[in-house]
Every structure is written in C-alpha cells, then in structure tokens.
C-alpha cells in the first residue's frame, strides 16, 4: 500500500521503500569481501569503464589531473593578459569559446576530487577498505 499523508494510519506490515541515499552499493574491496557502501562512501566511480585506459580514480591520481587542468587554465589565462597588452583582441575573437570548454574539464576534476577525498574519510570513519571495482 502507498503512504497516504502525515498523520494517517498506515496498513498493517507498511513497510516504507528506501531512499536513494539509504541504499548501498555492493561492490569487492580491495581484500576481496563483498562490501556494502553508500553513494557517498563509494566515491567516484571505481570500475575500468570497459576502454583501454584505465581510469584514475584515486584521490591523489585525481589532485594531480584537477592540478594540471588548472595549470593549463592559468596558461591560459596569461595568454589572454598578453592579448591585452599587445593588443591583438582580434585572436580571443577567434577562440573565445576554448576558454569555455576548458572550464568542463576543470570544473568536473576538481569536483571529482573532492568527492573522492570525501568518500575516503567516509570509510576511514567507519573502518571499511576501498573498493577496487
């Protein structure tokens, strides 16, 4: 039976649905148990994504693709500051919008960083290993 509203009696044996966030994620650890992790503990995601390379996702792998992305941004920056001293704004004309997509890339490592170092404290709060897959 579906919840009516606040206040009303349910059916006998109602047993609410779970939440997204209540639910765990089943995955093997690193010492090769079966662990259950919440989104939040989980991280980033952890399996090879079927492609040739494997993906970095581990926290400091993370730092240093959001560090690079951002040196490159700030490479790109300079390069607009010495447009305007040369004054050649013709060029930005031409690829203003590289600025734009390089903002994806920067935004989404640095995001996913923080998300790993969270789930990393998460599970080293309650004692449970990394998950490998």
């Known amino acids: 039976m579906a919840r009516r509203s606040e206040g ?14 209540d639910k765990l ?6 010492n090769g148990e079966m662990v259950g992790y919440t989104p939040a503990e989980y991280g980033v995601r952890k399996d090879d994504g079927r492609g ?10 993370l730092l240093f693709l959001a560090i690079l992305i951002t040196i ?3 490479g790109m ?3 607009i500051v010495q ?3 040369t004054d050649q704004w013709h060029i930005l004309g031409e690829v203003w919008w590289m600025y734009l997509l390089v ?8 995001s996913g960083y923080f998300k790993e170092r969270r789930a990393e404290k998460l599970r080293k709060a309650r004692n449970l290993p990394r998950p490998v897959d």
């Open 25 to 30: 994620i089943y995955r093997r650890a690193g």
């Open 77 to 79: 920056l300079y390069g």
């Open 83 to 85: 447009m305007a001293l």
């Open 103 to 110: 903002l994806i890339p920067l935004f989404a490592g640095w």
């Open 8 to 21: 009303v009696p349910q059916e006998p044996g109602y047993i609410p649905s779970q939440t997204p966030d």
């Open 52 to 61: 040739l390379v494997k993906p970095v996702n581990s926290s400091g792998g």
């Open 72 to 74: 490159c941004f700030g």
